[in-house]
Every structure is written in structure tokens, then in C-alpha cells.
Nanobody
Framework: QVQLVESGGGLVQAGGSLRLSCAASGRSFSTYNMGWFRQAPGEEREFVARISRSGPVTYLNYVDAVKGRFTISRDNAKNTVYLQMNSLKPEDTAVYYC?????????????????WGQGTQVTVSS
């Protein structure tokens, strides 16, 4: 069992930055692929970024809308995954969720993740 708690959301002006954190409890954090998703009002939850489990190669994946602006990282010693968000736009406004997956396939799909946090609100004003 893995419990995830997000933090770091808030209100920021367009062009600003935020760093989201997701603290995980439970065992074997390093063995999970970790993802960030977001959900705007009236929209479906969508994939934002993913970082692979610990291994000889670290895989990073991003949705096109955030490439070059967002960076996902993890600190296995702290059982924490981060999402650094720069050059924020109003369309980035959403509730952001972190998630953990024990499988490798379908990293952009909601159904591929086993555990979810409660979400943190990010609001970008124009």
C-alpha cells in the first residue's frame, strides 16, 4: 500500500513558477513509476508527466503542452516526486494529482496507476 500526499499548489500569475511535491509513504517507493496528472473543471483527468522507477536508465515523459516548461524529478531517499512548473499559463489551471504505478506500460493512462493522492489546486491568473 502506498499513500501519496501532494503539496505546493497555489495561485500564481501567468509566467510564474510553482514546484509541486508528492510525498509517498509505504515501502519500495523506488520501484514505482510516478506520474503527475491534472484535471480542470468539466474536463477529464489528463497526463502531465512521468518518471520511471529506479534503474540504469531514467525515462521522463511529458505531454506536449508542458514540454520545455515542466520538469519531473524524484528523490528516492526522501520518498518524494516533484513537478517544477515554469512559465505557467492560465490553461495550466487545474487540480494536480500524483500517482504511482507498479507497471511499465501505458504511462499516460489513468487506469495504469494503482495509487493516487488527493490533489493540489494550481490556479494561474492572466
Amino acid at each position: 500500500q502506498v499513500q501519496l500526499v501532494e503539496s505546493g499548489g497555489g495561485l500564481v500569475q501567468a509566467g510564474g513558477s510553482l514546484r509541486l511535491s508528492c510525498a509517498a509513504s509505504g515501502r519500495s517507493f523506488s520501484t514505482y513509476n510516478m506520474g503527475w496528472f491534472r484535471q480542470a473543471p468539466g474536463e477529464e483527468r489528463e497526463f502531465v508527466a512521468r518518471i520511471s522507477r529506479s534503474g540504469p536508465v531514467t525515462y521522463l515523459n511529458y505531454v506536449d503542452a508542458v514540454k520545455g516548461r515542466f520538469t519531473i524529478s524524484r528523490d528516492n531517499a526522501k520518498n518524494t516526486v516533484y513537478l517544477q512548473m515554469n512559465s505557467l499559463k492560465p490553461e495550466d489551471t487545474a487540480v494536480y494529482y500524483c500517482a504511482a504505478s507498479g507497471s511499465s506500460g501505458g504511462y499516460s493512462m489513468v487506469g495504469s496507476y494503482d495509487y493516487w493522492g488527493q490533489g493540489t489546486q494550481v490556479t494561474v491568473s492572466s
